[in-house]
């Protein structure tokens, strides 16, 4: 019957909502607790649980030329920008370590 169509047409909406998430996330500025710029997001694809694996091309001011790798809510982006609960320095030990 019209069960599993609909089911499958939630599937598909969901689906292409979280891609939408997902393309959306690319370019926001990444910000830590203390209001340092850590950087920009680059890539971003769905990890488990509705999460967002982002890879972030990290700013001029933490001195380090290089990405970083990380997963996050991807509703936690509020207009172009992600604020983490981590300040500037316990950031850079956790992706340097």
Do not use: C
């Not at 689906?15 to 710029?37: E, F, H, N, Q």
Request: no cysteine; glycine share 12%.
């Amino acid at each position: 019957m019209n069960g599993p169509a609909t089911n499958g047409n939630a599937s598909a909406q969901n689906s292409a909502m979280g891609a939408a998430l997902y393309k959306s996330a690319i370019g926001a500025t990444v910000w830590s607790a203390d209001r340092v710029l850590l950087g920009e997001i680059i890539e971003a694809q769905a990890a488990p649980g509705g999460q967002l694996d982002a890879r972030i091309q990290l700013g001029a001011t933490l001195g380090i030329d290089d990405t970083a790798l990380i997963r996050l809510n991807p509703k936690a982006i509020r207009n172009g920008r992600l604020n983490i609960k981590m300040k500037s320095g316990q950031f850079v030990e956790r992706i340097t370590n």
